[in-house]
């Protein structure tokens, strides 16, 4: 199948797509810019809270005979950092980073899909991140990628021909552990299933549920009448 991938070119990135194309998958690569460009054979960059980069990248895929039928976001997608390196990212201007965060993770997702959802009758797009779940006790979770999770939810009831999965990892710190993670990954791209929001930690494969929770009686009260007018604020 196609796939347009919207990467960075990190180590982890890379084998990703590496594993994409080791099944004989054709790739369009996307990494962000300061505009537009076309980089190589299937090879692009845009500004990812351009809109109109979007709308340049959606025209020179279709201008390739191209049509993806999957798109895989790895935007999201980094490592947890420690120490030093913890700290320094704690002293950053945080609204740069908030925005940035928003324009990778949300406006991108939002602009591609109204861009590219109407040139195939089914699209699947599939958020890959890092530290946006908290699963565990020890999980450490970056807010300002938890945007990823709204166009996940939003983009297929705006486009009914759209599914989105997000998937959630913990970072692999051991050549093993890494290969658990592509083989986990391709088994969620092979064999794609009804679950939105999934989590894989440590060979385990999480989502989430909701339990029915029994509301103790209605305790009536005085100050509400049947047909009254009531302003709600706060």
Same mark, same amino acid.
């Given at each position: 199948s196609?796939?347009?991938?919207?990467? =960075?070119d990190s180590p982890l990135a890379a084998d990703i797509v590496a594993e994409l194309r080791g099944s004989g998958d054709h790739?369009?690569?996307?990494i962000p810019g300061p505009s537009f460009a076309i980089l190589g054979p299937d090879r +692009?960059?845009?500004?990812?809270? !351009?809109?109109?980069? +979007?709308?340049?990248?959606?025209? !020179?895929?279709?201008d390739s005979g191209r049509h993806p039928r999957c798109v895989l976001h790895l935007w999201a997608l980094t490592p947890v950092a420690t120490g030093d390196s913890a700290t320094g990212r704690a002293?950053? =201007?945080? =609204?740069?980073? +908030?925005?940035?965060s928003v324009a990778r993770n949300y406006l991108g997702l939002v602009y591609l899909a109204s861009t590219i959802a109407a040139?195939?009758?089914a699209l699947h797009i599939y958020c890959v991140s890092s530290q946006i779940q908290s699963v565990g006790p020890d999980d450490d979770v970056?807010?300002?990628?938890?945007?990823?999770l709204g166009p996940c939810a939003v983009i297929p009831r705006e486009y009914p021909n759209v599914s989105c999965t997000s998937i959630d990892i913990d970072w692999p710190r051991t050549p093993s552990a890494?290969?658990?993670?592509?083989?986990?990954? !391709?088994?969620e791209f092979r064999h794609p299933a009804a679950d939105r929001e999934i989590a894989l930690r440590r060979g385990d494969r999480w989502i989430p549920r909701f339990d029915a929770v029994r509301l103790p009686a209605a305790v009536p009260q005085d100050w509400i009448r049947a047909g009254g007018t009531y302003v709600i604020s706060g």
């Open positions: 196609s796939w347009l991938v919207l990467t =960075d790739i369009t690569e996307v +692009y960059s845009v500004d990812p809270g !351009a809109r109109t980069d +979007y709308e340049a990248l959606g025209q !020179a895929v279709r002293d950053e =201007d945080g =609204d740069r980073r +908030y925005r940035e040139d195939t009758p970056e807010p300002r990628k938890a945007v990823l890494r290969a658990r993670l592509l083989n986990n990954l !391709a088994r």
